[in-house]
């Protein structure tokens, strides 16, 4: 094991260790050179000398580092550290550091609260289904998706970390044929049995991490780990209205449909569960009254449009047939409650209103992003959506930046962009600001490229960026940046910042309006 204090990669500090597992160790840590805590994955040296083991750490670095979504564990860094033993000179030790979570493991909340509420357990997995449709547009299947590996944020929001032994879709596996990787707690059928794997795996492991949110325990036990992969592959789950009756029929169908053991009744994809997600939670939450934490925030980013399915199994429950008039008026009244959330006030800040032609834009609280592509990522990016939030007394910042400069590794600023889906003729942008004098540039886009990797010096006007259409050398708070192309409409709009405060080290933004 490695000595608690050492330097890794020349800047990385090792504080205390948080993990370990039969592959690698995991150290809390600390960045000298940006004075800020990470997580440090060092790969085991005697794993290490294993090419298949040390190929699948590394894939781990490479698959993670493509995703950039706020229920991911973002990648921050990997290289390999050099042998400091005189008889192995050769075995170095690869790590991956990772952003910090100070938080928990979702098993640990289960362990310590046993069966959660239902609407909180709903929103944890709308989270995790949200993370899973991230890495499956980019072909990355995690495989060992469980309780285990989803950590929970001191804010309550949920991310998805340890992808060791996820694959792209079009690399040629490294297991061998019928080997199962993978906890067979959770694992799908298809899993069990060797055959290939694709997202719907996935979604199934997610079906068994919902199904043990709500009872507070697996569906299947065994007296050995294939025992119990075998019961995935032949047995149909204890029922969980049995073991939980409160739990509202339209629940029940949606867990049935994730663990489907055909792949054809099974969710197809992501968005698909995690649509029917949304609707159960807007149901469950009605019933129960509780829409406070981690459900009033996924309630908030719930789309405001009515919704026409039906769950699958609901031909297959008596109790949701003898229910449905009442089951309809329910969910219609959920989602009226739940749009109403998600649009009232946002994106326009208090006191901002229509002058000179200017008529605010209407934004839904998940319409502002980060975006730092010339660095390591997204800078604190739970605080993204106080800029759309209506209330100037909730801020976004940026990192500190102890050179009082934004120079990045591949090149200057970083920002914000709002999504103004399908698109609107923005006319100029209003920034409220307790930091004022940075300079911001204004860009627009109707597509944007997402897929290059943090830290890539492609400049701006190759990643989809036009313009820039508005700027302000020094930024005075209320101020309106008017935009040059107010003709077309553009579903983006990116404010970046080129400069900090004079004699400081960081910027805050407290609400951003685009006016049209």
Not at 462 to 491: D, K, N, T, Y
Request: hydrophobic fraction near 40%.
């Amino acid at each position: 094991m490695t000595a608690l204090g050492t330097l890794i990669g020349g800047r990385y500090r090792l504080d205390a260790q948080i993990g370990r597992g039969g592959m690698s160790t995991v150290y809390r840590a600390f960045d000298t050179v940006l004075e800020r805590p990470v997580a440090i994955k060092l790969m085991h040296r005697e794993i290490a000398a294993d090419s298949d083991q040390l190929e699948r750490f590394r894939r781990e670095a490479r698959s993670v580092a493509q995703l950039n979504h706020p229920h991911v564990v973002t990648v921050i860094d990997a290289g390999e550290e050099p042998s400091t033993d005189d008889e192995h000179p050769g075995d170095g030790c690869p790590y991956i550091v990772l952003e910090y979570i100070e938080g928990e493991t979702l098993k640990d909340v289960i362990r310590r609260e046993g069966p959660l509420d239902i609407p909180q357990a709903l929103a944890y997995a709308i989270e995790i289904a949200r993370a899973l449709g991230a890495a499956h547009e980019r072909q990355i299947v995690h495989r060992d998706v469980k309780p285990h590996n989803v950590l929970i944020s001191a804010e309550g929001g949920a991310k998805i970390t340890d992808f060791g032994i996820a694959r792209t879709l079009t690399e040629e596996g490294l297991t061998m044929a019928g080997r199962v990787l993978g906890t067979t707690d959770y694992v799908s059928p298809e899993q069990a049995l060797g055959h290939p794997v694709t997202g719907q795996s996935d979604l199934y492991s997610l079906g068994v991490v919902l199904y043990e949110m709500l009872t507070g325990g697996v569906p299947f036990r065994g007296e050995s780990p294939v025992a119990v992969a075998m019961k995935h592959v032949r047995e149909e789950p204890p029922d969980v209205q049995t073991l939980r009756p409160e739990i509202s029929a339209a629940t029940a169908a949606v867990l049935d449909r994730a663990m489907a053991k055909d792949t054809a009744r099974r969710y197809p994809d992501a968005a698909s569960v995690e649509r029917d997600l949304e609707d159960v939670l807007a149901i469950e939450a009605s019933r129960s009254g509780q829409a406070t934490g981690e459900v009033t925030t996924v309630l908030r980013t719930l789309p405001g449009g009515p919704r026409s399915r039906l769950p699958w199994r609901m031909r297959h429950r008596a109790r949701w047939l003898a229910s449905l008039g009442l089951v309809c008026v329910i969910v219609a009244i959920a989602l009226v409650l739940a749009a109403g959330r998600a649009h009232r006030g946002t994106g326009v800040a208090s006191g901002v209103g229509s002058r000179a032609g200017l008529v605010p834009v209407q934004l839904s609280q998940t319409a502002a992003h980060g975006y730092n592509p010339f660095g390591t990522g997204p800078e604190n990016r739970d605080q993204v959506v106080n800029v759309v939030d209506s209330d100037p007394n909730t801020t976004w910042s940026t990192e500190q930046y102890y050179e009082g400069n934004l120079r990045k590794p591949g090149g200057v600023g970083l920002g914000l962009y709002l999504d103004a889906a399908p698109g609107v003729a923005g006319k100029a942008i209003a920034i409220q600001t307790p930091s004022p004098g940075f300079a911001v540039q204004i860009y627009v886009a109707d597509s944007i490229n997402l897929a290059l990797p943090n830290g890539d010096s492609t400049p701006l006007g190759q990643r989809g960026w036009q313009g820039p259409v508005g700027s302000s050398g020094s930024v005075r708070s209320g101020e309106r940046i008017q935009l040059s192309q107010a003709g077309p409409r553009h579903r983006y709009y990116l404010i970046w910042m080129t400069t900090l405060p004079p004699g400081r080290q960081s910027a805050s933004i407290a609400d951003i309006t685009l006016f049209r």
